[in-house]
């Protein structure tokens, strides 16, 4: 293995591992702060919003661009974000209503003492930070097999890629590890989805190259970012915000919404001066 292949999976690796750097910072708190729940779970909604919508369909747009007319790559794109979405509301709709953690919002978080309703209440948290694992392990999938193909073929484009992808990871690793910890108040398992989460980056990376490369095309990958958008939406606005809203009164979820879109925005700005 060239140099340039180990660059390639090291700086993808880094990027996709940024997650832990998140789930390590969700820490700093009481399992019974619910006003930093409800922030968090904001800010990330806020955070996946805003990169769908900014970021990642404008991308899709641009890889379906490379092979059919922009007017035609634009609206497949679209068609895309909205398949995403459906994808999620049937899984959703698969899910038994009485195990399914989009049926009900009201979560309380735990305390010293759980009660059996606040027992089940939590199984439903821990359903819902699987939720928010796999939809991010689908993102990073196809996110670090393009950060490995980019440093491959540009490294300096390929590492600011990585960077930005990086500072994306870290309030994802929060989205996968606040939902976990205050179910189980297990850091270890709460740190362990979201390090696995992560490692979706890297997967990516090596299955594009031993296997996916010589069949992947720009237009499959526009398609598959799209689709990855729309599955991050629905997620935001059907589990993230309601949730977050019906943990603490007040604008605190609007709040950690703004801020995630603000830092999102801040980073992208930045990474391009």
Known sequence: MDGAVLLAFAVTLG???STGIGS???FFTKTTNKAFFAVSMGFSAGVMIYLSFVEILPKSTAYLSSSVPELEA???AAGALILGMVLMAII???VPSGANPHENTQIELIGDNQSQLEL???KKLLRMGFFVALA???HNFPEGLATFLLVLDDPEIGIALAIAVAMHNIPEGI???VPVYYATKSRTKAFRLSFLSGLAEPAGAVIGYLILRPFLTDFSLGFVFSMVAGVMVFLAIDTLLPTAKNSARGHLTVYGLMAGMAVMAA???LLRL
């Open 120 to 122: 089940a209440e939590n």
């Open 92 to 94: 959703d709709a698969l």
């Open 74 to 76: 634009t609206a497949i």
């Open 24 to 26: 390590a910072l969700a």
């Open 15 to 17: 990027a996709g591992l």
């Open 267 to 269: 980073s992208l700005v």
């Open 175 to 177: 989205a996968v590890s």
């Open 136 to 138: 991010i392990a689908i």
